[in-house]
């Protein structure tokens, strides 16, 4: 019910987390893991499987051709790093990443764009979302979060 509640509330407000979140530098109450000059990656409140995280400029922006070079570069440069500290604190067996741009492609907040990195796992799908509408994760995610951020900030 948290889940369904917090999507439905994230909904109905017409604020942009990704301009909101690193504005107040409370990196660790909204799960910012790591801060660039142009991008910025956190933790998914509502995750998929643990660690799913995300990358946004801070650049309010919907429109992934609006990116300048050093935009898209830096966006990539911290998903690697991303990638990095999740194979090891979770030892994922593969990632999806992914953009969902508009409304019809699923975006939450179409309005400004973010690199969705989600760890999978060989069988990480199961009866719990279809069956029981809700995602079974092994550790909460302030401990992922502790996890995360430790590994990102030990890469310099």
Not at 69 to 77: C, F, I, T
Not at 102 to 122: I, Q, S, T
Not at 129 to 156: C, D, H, N, R
């Amino acid at each position: 019910m948290q889940y369904l509640e917090g999507i439905e509330k994230l909904r109905e407000e017409e604020s942009c987390i990704f301009c909101e979140k690193p504005g107040r530098k409370e990196d660790e109450k909204d799960l910012i893991l790591a801060r660039g000059k142009r991008c910025f990656a956190m933790m998914n409140l509502y995750p998929y499987n643990p660690g799913h995280a995300m990358i946004a400029p801070y650049r309010h922006t919907g429109e992934l051709e609006s990116l300048d070079g050093e935009e898209w570069e830096e966006l990539h440069l911290l998903a690697s790093r991303l990638i990095k500290a999740l194979k090891e604190c979770v030892n994922p067996e593969g990632f999806n990443l992914g953009l969902n741009l508009g409304k019809a492609a699923g975006a939450g907040f179409d309005a400004h764009l973010h690199l969705h990195v989600v760890p999978r796992w060989v069988g990480d799908t199961n009866f719990m979302p279809v069956l029981g509408q809700t995602k079974v994760l092994p550790e909460s995610l302030a401990q992922t979060y502790a996890k995360l951020k430790s590994a990102l900030e030990g890469m310099g």
